[in-house]
């Protein structure tokens, strides 16, 4: 639910930002989105995963055997989710254009499957730039930078989208950074509880 609303804003920054490009422009602003949504659901997932199962277990090496785990399995379905729906975009503005002679853009397949790629890639480096505090540092002192760096990121993020989408970059920021904590807070709540119950 978190990532459908940061794609919603992200898919509006993009069709306004596509309303006024032609061409190469558009293309890449396209590129963009994939690398928006890979980032944001990397970013939400795989911070309440590390924080949740640091909280759980204190154990450095299970932190990052399953935030590995988590990343690459969210990478690709985030892959395949975002290639799915945007075929199935794609088909429709098709439709559109033949059916009903609208002067929509089409994706073409080859934008659909680089930005499906470039959404795998985007969420795999969300995780190991998560995961990176674990290699250095004690647990408790990687759990709080890496909430730092996640946070932060989704900030940057937020406010990056907020500038393309003409509205203001600070409240952008932080409603991303704001699911990015909500996301954090419930798991570790949920660590607890199972901690309560073993």
Same mark, same amino acid.
């Given at each position: 639910?978190?990532?459908?609303? %940061?794609?919603?804003?992200?898919?509006?920054?993009?069709? !306004?930002?596509? &309303?006024?490009?032609?061409?190469? &422009? &558009?293309?890449? &602003?396209?590129? *963009?989105?994939?690398?928006?949504?890979?980032?944001?659901?990397?970013?939400?997932?795989?911070?309440? $995963?590390?924080?949740? #199962?640091?909280? +759980?277990?204190? @154990?450095?090496?299970? #932190?990052?055997?399953? !935030?590995?785990?988590? !990343?690459?399995?969210?990478?690709?379905?985030?892959?395949? /989710?975002?290639?799915?729906? @945007?075929?199935?975009?794609?088909?429709?503005?098709?439709?559109?254009?033949?059916?009903?002679?609208?002067?929509?853009?089409?994706?073409?397949?080859?934008?659909?499957?680089?930005?499906? #790629? *470039?959404?795998?890639?985007?969420? %795999?480096?969300?995780?190991?730039?998560?995961?990176?505090?674990?290699?250095?540092?004690?647990?408790?002192?990687?759990?709080?930078?890496?909430?730092?760096?996640?946070?932060?990121?989704?900030?940057?993020?937020?406010?990056?989208? /907020?500038?393309?989408?003409?509205?203001?970059?600070?409240?952008?920021? $932080?409603?991303?950074?704001?699911?990015?904590?909500?996301?954090?807070? #419930?798991?570790?709540?949920? +660590?607890?509880?199972?901690?309560?119950?073993?």
């Amino acid at each position: 639910m978190q990532t459908q609303y %940061i794609y919603c804003l992200w898919l509006r920054a993009f069709e !306004g930002k596509v &309303s006024k490009t032609t061409g190469n &422009s &558009s293309e890449e &602003s396209y590129r *963009l989105e994939g690398i928006a949504f890979g980032l944001a659901d990397g970013l939400i997932m795989c911070l309440g $995963l590390i924080i949740g #199962v640091a909280e +759980a277990t204190s @154990q450095t090496r299970l #932190v990052m055997i399953t !935030g590995i785990i988590g !990343g690459f399995a969210n990478a690709f379905g985030n892959s395949i /989710g975002f290639f799915m729906s @945007q075929s199935a975009e794609r088909a429709l503005q098709i439709h559109e254009t033949e059916d009903h002679g609208a002067t929509t853009r089409i994706h073409s397949q080859k934008e659909v499957f680089i930005n499906s #790629v *470039l959404a795998f890639i985007s969420t %795999i480096a969300a995780t190991l730039v998560l995961l990176s505090p674990f290699m250095f540092l004690l647990m408790s002192q990687a759990t709080i930078l890496t909430f730092i760096i996640g946070t932060t990121t989704a900030f940057i993020l937020g406010s990056y989208i /907020g500038r393309t989408s003409h509205e203001s970059p600070y409240k952008t920021g $932080l409603k991303y950074a704001f699911l990015a904590i909500l996301g954090a807070i #419930v798991a570790h709540y949920i +660590a607890e509880s199972i901690q309560l119950l073993s």
